[in-house]
């Protein structure tokens, strides 16, 4: 019963994707889960909160399956114990025990990561938090929202849609992902460029330490400068050093009015003076600066996503950018947008060919799915091996020609092999997807890329990681962004909170 | 020579303020400075670079004086060694020494803080790091500056201007403080409710470890999910955990427009609707909502302060507010205020008794010249206790009001004891600033207030210290805000990072 929704997503899928995992399992000394400890959970928590392939629950093994997979398919681990507290104290209690047992403790949100952070890697107990779905407080003057971990956002953006508010972040998994691991993950998502990093606007967070201790900082201030601020060192840590059971967020104002454009450039080298206008001409309004260029806009356009620019209009155009405002008078908001495209057009030398603006929600909606639908069309056309990368801006063309005369160099850059190299993603931020897509995944391939794409990365001083996170997938890949001296450092902060190493082991941390 | 411009601003006060020191110095066990240190200091540095009043410098003690005692005149420390490093290899090789002679070091920035923070307890080194004070890098197109941490602040807003961009914080102390010592302190400000906090804007920091390590996390990525975000913990740590030497801060694009409004509004209970509909029809313009309660109004009109109302329009108003906009178009803005300020007026049970718009900068200045004249006032009228604390905004009145009689109840609230109780601050923050204005300081009144303030704050869930931080003052009062498993793992922190216990001693835990 409780799993239906998650074996729901999961048989959905036609055909699992390939597993690449070219590293091994890492290696840990725990315990695994015994009937004794399952009849000990069951006096901490209803049986019906409960799945156990072990007496006295005895579920069958494949209700467990979807807790031990990622939605990607990719990951799979092996618990016999999975656990759906309601209460922070529940949760408190199962993690001391499991803390004197040296059990290991996987918290769960939606399990929508990108990066297999969220299912066990072998035999660990899974703590879902799905059942944590209360708000807990809402302030409509301050904006300041209270509400445990395993709300939805969606359902969090749902409740304060009627009270003018809007979550300072969304996601494309906001049907599904619980607030708690997006601050876990220090999710990124659409509204970054506006409304900033969690790091900004959580402004409080309930933990469940390693050791079972509940760590009350869920402040609804926000200002408050006694001490080391120790929350931030649970946003971005993957439930590694504590489980997030309540969030405390600043939620910001709902715009009463969102714009777009789509831009054709004929030179990427535009792309950088083309932003600064913008920042100037549409100042705080501007919500959304998003990058595609031409190989990942004429596939777009091949498999039909969203709605094309005029063929010839868009002849020699190097890249295209979409511009997205949103603010609090329609009116004023229109008189930027057209101001910034006319200026645009009567330069004596236009940094675009042409530009596009909607004119209804409907033609706002055709041009934003140009740039969403290329995850879609990357999947219709072939295999992705995908990378979510931070550069300098001014490096976004470099890096994508840089990895196909690479792949080139190689032979793997034909029909058969790798058909497509492409780049798009948040200017605004710094973040590029580099997607790289083939016929089929192959070894030679992937030994190709990898180490390649990290070592160009740390060339450019940029992270392998924008905003997916490590995870399990990429231990192997945080030194080419993080230094000696800073993987040392949070080595220790490791063992600080969890000297047993219990907590969501074998992620993070190489 | 170096110490001129702080001797300077410490000779330009008249009386020194009474020192109320109710709790004793700290306890700790460390090396004092002694002639072969200062030998080896001087292989690290060149001798300008150093003062001590040992051989072979041999300073006279007088010209340590400005960077043993803070901007206040309150904390006096008794180094007999300062340091002016140039970079962050000679601050890692005089902390590599220090920590290994077990001798503490007092990171120093602009020595303009109200909490005893920056200035030593006992004997320890002073690192005053207002040497290293250029800018490394700026990028136009991101904002994205990095700067030494000794940079003042006003000077890097000067280095910003000509590029169209502003520091994402602003501060009364601007031409003095340093960013390092901003970062260090997570100072807040006149900026915090339209830009954030410095969580959000600092994207990296380099710090010199209490060992004398070099952490180098002097990203320029707006986005980066590898790993622990470890460089939140020097955030607001006040100099405990290592000592920064470089700052990478996103800055903003510069207005290019400001407009301000105060009203009057007949009672208290108004300012929650007012700021509601404030955040509404202002919405992405509104970079400051100023709360000033009646009688700081009448001691800043007494007192000559910025431009009163007409005295008939104020009759009977409780309290006023003061509304600034900051946006990218004139026109827009003046169209919105005007439309806010309309509506406000011509509502059947209207919010205010009456508004003043100002029409030029002059008037601009007026304006924020009743609010920022408040402190001033309250000097010319008498002697004043201060309290900077956050509190639920809609309990302003109420710790006012609860603070006022409970010092009539202990029979101090009358003519050559208490003679006003009044509060002002930061609405869009929560950050009240409730003062106590008396005839003298005297040990019946601090006894009055303390530790009935802090109490009250704790019943508010409140902070003790909303923006000026901890230092060696509020130690004892850190319990208030912080309950005893975050003071815990503070400690633990403290001990992880500085095991001997060096760096900046004696202040933020008790």
Redesign the interface.
């Known amino acids: 019963m409780l799993s239906r929704h998650l074996a729901r997503r999961i048989a959905s899928r036609s055909t699992p994707r390939v597993v690449r995992l070219s590293h091994s399992l890492p290696d840990f000394q725990l315990n695994s889960v015994n009937e004794q400890d399952v009849e000990h959970f069951s006096k901490i928590l209803p049986k019906t909160s409960i799945l156990s392939t072990l007496a006295p629950i005895s579920t069958e093994s494949s209700e467990l399956e979807p807790y031990n997979t990622d939605w990607m398919n990719k990951y799979h681990g092996k618990s016999n114990t999975v656990m759906r507290p309601r209460t922070t104290q529940e949760v408190s209690e199962i993690v001391k025990w499991c803390h004197e047992r040296r059990i290991g403790v996987v918290p769960q949100g939606g399990n929508t990561g990108l990066v297999g952070g969220g299912v066990p890697v072998r035999d660990e107990v899974v703590l879902n938090l799905g059942s944590m779905n209360k708000i807990r407080s809402f302030?409509?003057?301050?904006?300041i929202l209270v509400a445990d971990a395993g709300c939805i956002l969606e359902s969090l953006s749902e409740y304060l849609a009627p009270q003018?508010h809007i979550m300072p972040l969304d996601l494309g998994a906001k049907g599904s992902c619980h607030i708690g691991g997006n601050v876990a993950?220090?999710a990124?998502g659409l509204r970054?460029l506006r409304y900033?990093?969690l790091?900004?606007?959580v402004l409080g967070l309930e933990v469940v330490l390693p050791d079972g201790?509940?760590?009350?900082?869920l402040?609804?201030?926000?200002?408050?400068?006694?001490?080391?601020?120790?929350k931030?060192?649970f946003?971005?840590?993957e439930g590694t050093?504590g489980i997030i059971t309540g969030v405390s967020i600043l939620t910001a104002?709902a715009?009463?009015s969102s714009n777009n454009v789509i831009l054709a450039l004929p030179s990427f080298d535009n792309v950088?003076p083309l932003?600064?206008e913008a920042?100037?001409?549409?100042?705080?309004?501007m919500s959304a600066f998003e990058f595609i260029d031409r190989t990942a806009y004429d596939l777009a356009v091949k498999h039909g996503q969203g709605r094309a620019l005029n063929e010839g209009d868009v002849e020699g155009a190097e890249c295209f950018v979409l511009v997205e405002t949103s603010?609090?008078?329609r009116e004023?908001d229109e008189?930027?947008l057209n101001g910034l495209l006319e200026s645009l057009l009567e330069a004596d030398q236009p940094l675009i060919n042409t530009g596009v603006l909607s004119q209804s929600p409907a033609q706002f909606s055709q041009l934003w799915a140009i740039r969403e639908g290329i995850t879609e069309a990357v999947s219709k056309e072939g295999k992705a091996y995908k990378y979510d990368i931070?550069?300098?801006?001014?490096s976004f063309k470099e890096v994508v020609d840089t990895t196909r005369e690479h792949l080139r160099s190689k032979g793997v850059l034909h029909d058969g092999a790798v058909k497509h190299v492409i780049g798009y993603g948040h200017v605004?931020?710094?973040?590029l997807h580099l997607n790289i897509v083939a016929e089929a995944y192959t070894q030679e391939i992937e030994d190709a890329l990898e180490p390649f794409v990290y070592e160009l990365v740390a060339k450019y001083?940029?992270?392998?990681?924008?905003?997916?996170?490590?995870g399990l997938m990429?231990t192997h890949a945080?030194h080419y962004?993080?230094?000696a001296?800073?993987?040392d450092?949070?080595r220790?902060?490791k063992s600080?909170f969890d000297p047993h190493g219990i907590m969501n082991p074998g992620k993070?941390?190489p």
Do not use: C, W
């Open positions: 302030d409509p003057v301050s904006g003018n993950t220090n990124g970054l900033g990093s790091h900004g606007s201790t509940i760590l009350d900082q402040s609804v201030l926000r200002k408050d400068n006694t001490g080391y601020d120790l931030q060192l946003i971005g840590s050093l104002p715009p009463n950088k932003f600064k920042k100037r001409q549409l100042s705080e309004i603010g609090g008078n004023h008189a930027k931070s550069i300098p801006l001014g605004g931020d710094g973040n001083k940029g992270s392998v990681s924008a905003e997916h996170g490590i990429k945080l962004s993080k230094n001296t800073s993987i450092l949070m220790r902060i600080l993070v941390l």
